[in-house]
């Protein structure tokens, strides 16, 4: 009876040593799978996430410089080309004169096409003034050329008032037979010397 009771807590005593023992290695194990689940899961390093944004950062930067720079390269572009604009207007203003007949200041008709799209161009440009030049060929004396060639300035002016322009823009100067356009004493150098040419004050 004795001896079967030593048996039974033997067998106990056995079991409970087998439960503790397999208690024990689940638990371990159980932390092992979480330790490998844990390591097995990505990590970006904190310096490769920051390499990336300041890439990020530089390409935006070099993208907006690029735009800026067409875009001021685009302003450049439209300026040169309304300079030129502007440039050939006043050359064409400057350089088409009226010519008069000989001992003449009245305006023929040929050339008030020519005087109206000067008066527009002035209307655009309201901040521009004229000079007006009067010429004359050589024939007479010096003092009668001066008076003519200021009778030409003035009937233009007097044309282009009347087209809308303000006097107070425009000033007149005659140089008589100061200042020939060509030299010469036959018809054609003197057709082209009796004139009124325009000048643009800035």
Not at 31 to 41: H, T
Not at 52 to 64: D, G, K, N, T
Not at 66 to 71: G, K, L
Not at 103 to 116: A, F, G, H, T, V
Request: glycine fraction near 6%; include cysteine.
């Amino acid at each position: 009876m004795k001896s079967r009771k030593i048996i039974v807590s033997g067998i106990a005593i056995v079991f409970l040593f087998t439960g503790l023992f397999f208690v024990s290695g689940c638990s371990r194990g159980h932390s092992r799978v979480d330790s490998s689940d844990i390591s097995k899961q990505p990590v970006t390093p904190r310096s490769t996430t920051e390499e990336r944004e300041a890439e990020a950062r530089r390409r935006a930067e070099a993208e907006a410089d690029r735009r800026a720079e067409a875009e001021r390269r685009a302003r450049l572009a439209a300026g040169d080309q309304a300079a030129e604009k502007v440039g050939d207007e006043v050359r064409a203003l400057e350089l088409d004169a009226v010519y008069f007949d000989f001992d003449s200041s009245d305006i023929k008709p040929e050339y008030r096409p020519l005087l109206e799209s000067k008066a527009e161009w002035l209307k655009a440009n309201p901040d521009s003034r004229l000079r007006i030049e009067g010429h004359c060929d050589d024939r007479g004396t010096a003092e009668y050329n001066l008076a003519l060639g200021e009778k030409r300035a003035i009937r233009v002016m007097d044309y282009l008032v009347s087209l809308g322009i303000p006097a107070r823009r425009i000033s007149t100067i005659s140089y008589g037979e100061e200042r020939p356009a060509v030299p010469g004493q036959n018809e054609d150098a003197w057709a082209r010397n009796r004139r009124a040419e325009f000048r643009l004050l800035r």
